[in-house]
């Protein structure tokens, strides 16, 4: 690669990656400002809202500003949705209450969607079809961010008060922002705009997605049969309409880009209930503060942004075999560990969980991005992390009912057996794929 192409694509990708972090940054930091808000707003357990708001805003709207990108062009709809962050960075601090914060995390979620679909459509327009680095450099982004948001978010909260998470947004937003504008070449001009862009089925998916995710998060039936009707009115929308959200037949026939899909959402299901069950079993089931256990799992974050670098320097190698065998190997060594573990190789057994995390992600990115059709790239983007918010929700689910309200060995040794399991299922197919 010449000197004058590592510079356009550094201008390219560096806004980007930017832009991306805010979304893994947002969902991260909340976490440590719970409590206060709690306060501060005499709240109780719908404080969780701040949460599973963003989840929900984030799951429907990924795909639907991938279209928006798809239709109107994704440097247009990188912008918007930065100013969108901006927008609701500004107004959460000021919020009177619960609710109008809760809705400004809504709003949050809806800006920071916009980034990665239309940001991967940047550089399959900027790059091409190679682009493991770029896409190397947004994963190992992420898992930087998830690891600092945190510890980022302890910080600003013990120094500014709770409302510095969402002015945190700011300058970040503002500088990608600016980048974007200034290095970025426009959208090409599009014949039609209006043309295709299937609202009824937006509707009906995103109503689709509430539902299901609801019934992960509450587990009433009432949300379950509503999403499966949805879901139903959907599909059948979808095959009559000439442009459609979701094209269900493109899905159909193109059988890679389904199993990614399929391969993301399962894999999130191994990684989160590691990063939920995990900290949860080290504090209650190994008496650890919540400081030592977040240190304690740090190597898993640490590993995987080690992972990502091997993995884009040397892309030959087969990817997700690698990232699948490190789950199960990983997934494997939490059978040995119980509250009598010293805390030296607990930190050893989280970095083995770390490492297989960087080969997974730029795997199943890289897979994505060879698979979807150049002119759905928004979209296919979007639904590739709507997959990672549905494994997200069914680790959720899966944590709850293993570890329950007081996480013991035996709970533990139960979700280690699943994710196994799971772990061993998605080698064998990565082997299979390979063949």
Request: glycine content about 10%.
């Amino acid at each position: 690669m010449t000197v004058l192409s590592r510079s356009v694509g550094l201008r390219l990708v560096l806004p980007v990656v930017l832009g991306t972090l805010l979304n893994a940054v947002n969902s991260s930091m909340i976490a440590v400002a719970l409590v206060d808000i709690q306060h501060e707003f005499h709240a109780g357990a719908e404080v969780v809202w701040l949460v599973s708001g963003l989840y929900l805003a984030t799951a429907v709207a990924q795909p639907t500003m991938g279209r928006l990108a798809d239709r109107f062009g994704a440097r247009r709809v990188f912008c918007w949705g930065l100013v969108i962050v901006m927008a609701a960075a500004i107004g959460a601090p000021f919020a009177p209450d619960l609710g109008w914060l809760v809705a400004a995390r809504v709003l949050l979620g809806i800006g920071t969607s916009a980034a990665y679909p239309s940001g991967i459509s940047l550089i399959r327009q900027g790059i091409g079809g190679e682009a493991t680095g770029a896409l190397g450099a947004i994963s190992a982004a992420g898992q930087v961010a998830v690891a600092l948001g945190p510890p980022l978010g302890g910080v600003l909260v013990l120094v500014a008060g709770w409302r510095s998470i969402f002015w945190v947004n700011l300058p970040i937003a503002a500088l990608s922002l600016l980048l974007v504008l200034l290095w970025v070449p426009r959208d090409r001009a599009r014949q039609s705009t209006s043309v295709g862009l299937d609202p009824l089925g937006i509707l009906l998916f995103a109503a689709a997605m509430v539902g299901l995710l609801m019934f992960l998060l509450e587990f009433r039936r009432l949300f379950l049969a509503a999403a499966v009707v949805l879901a139903i009115v959907l599909l059948w929308w979808e095959l009559r309409v000439s442009r459609p959200f979701i094209d269900v037949r493109m899905l159909r026939s193109n059988r890679p880009l389904s199993r990614t899909y399929a391969r993301v959402a399962v894999t999130y299901v191994v990684f989160y209930t590691i990063f939920y069950g995990v900290p949860q079993w080290l504090e209650q089931g190994r008496l650890l503060s919540s400081a030592e256990a977040g240190l304690v799992v740090l190597p898993i974050a640490g590993m995987g942004i080690v992972a990502t670098v091997i993995a884009t320097r040397r892309p030959r190698l087969p990817l997700l075999v690698v990232g699948s065998a490190g789950l199960l190997l990983g997934s494997l060594s939490l059978l040995l560990v119980g509250a009598s573990t010293p805390v030296v190789l607990l930190v050893l057994v989280s970095a083995v969980l770390g490492i297989p995390n960087g080969f997974n992600s730029l795997g199943n990115q890289t897979a994505m991005y060879a698979a979807a059709p150049a002119e759905q790239v928004g979209t296919a983007s979007g639904l590739y992390r709507t997959s990672q918010y549905i494994g997200a929700n069914l680790a959720a689910a899966l944590v709850g009912l293993g570890l329950g309200d007081h996480a013991t060995d035996g709970g533990l040794h139960l979700l280690a057996v699943v994710i196994s399991v799971i772990s061993a299922a998605l080698l064998a197919a990565a082997v299979f794929r390979r063949s």
